[in-house]
């Protein structure tokens, strides 16, 4: 009987470690490669970098997710993230260039920056404290995904300024939600690859920059 205790013991101890450890490895990944991403980002904003077409950004994008996804166990997984990050940060550029082209764009951009920043970090801290388990919100989150995308589609087709800005107030909710959801899951174990969760993460903070960005153009009067 005190042989099972202490195998249980055991096992639950070392279930935290790896927890631990996933963490700890997740968010030294994460600095790693926003700070990548930022450079690709401010290099594309110094040569003045053209918006990249649709078809190439999401092939580019889809792509390096799914060789990141089929690599997560290797070596080369984490060459295949910082591909993937620098490239979403590439992407970005000629959006930052044009903000930081308007009256008070740079102000606008720092504004976003910080508040990503705080958002992220104060509801992370909120999983760790609390260890409450989010993954309730799995399915909740990953519908109003779908119904933002759509809506995204159909304020693009039609041209409905105003419905896009209500589509990033969406997302901006969504992707703290999901800060909320994928910090739980690598907390209680629902993830235990660093590098996906490395890129789910980098994709809540990257979504929730762009569309922050887009809500604070807007109501600077900067759009």
């Known amino acids: 009987m005190i042989a099972r205790n202490e195998t249980v013991l055991s096992g639950a101890q070392s279930s935290v470690l790896s927890t631990h450890k996933v963490l700890r490895n997740t968010y030294m990944l994460l600095s790693m490669t926003l700070l990548f991403s930022g450079a690709t980002a401010a290099y594309a ?15 580019g994008m889809f792509g390096l997710l799914f060789l990141t996804s089929r690599l997560r166990n290797s070596a080369w997984g984490l060459v295949s993230v910082f591909a993937f990050t ?37 509801l992370s801290a909120y999983v760790l404290t609390s260890r409450k388990d989010f993954s309730f919100m799995g399915g909740f989150l990953f519908v109003g995904l779908i119904v933002a995308v759509l809506a995204g589609l159909g304020a693009t087709l039609f041209n409905i300024p105003s419905l896009s ?12 939600g999901y800060i909320l959801y994928d910090t739980s899951a690598i907390l209680h174990g629902g993830e235990t690859n660093y590098i996906m969760a490395t890129v789910s993460l980098y994709l809540d903070i990257f979504n929730l920059f762009v569309n922050l960005l887009q809500l604070l153009g807007v109501l600077g009067g900067d759009d």
């Open 165 to 176: 800005l209500g589509v990033s107030a969406m997302i901006v909710l969504l992707m703290s």
């Open 86 to 122: 620098g490239f979403m940060g590439y992407t970005l550029g000629p959006i930052l260039s044009l903000y930081l082209k308007l009256p008070n764009g740079a102000e606008t951009v720092m504004t976003a920056m910080a508040a990503t920043g705080g958002i992220f970090l104060a």
């Open 45 to 59: 904003v110094v040569t003045n970098a053209p918006p990249m077409h649709w078809l190439v950004m999401l092939v």
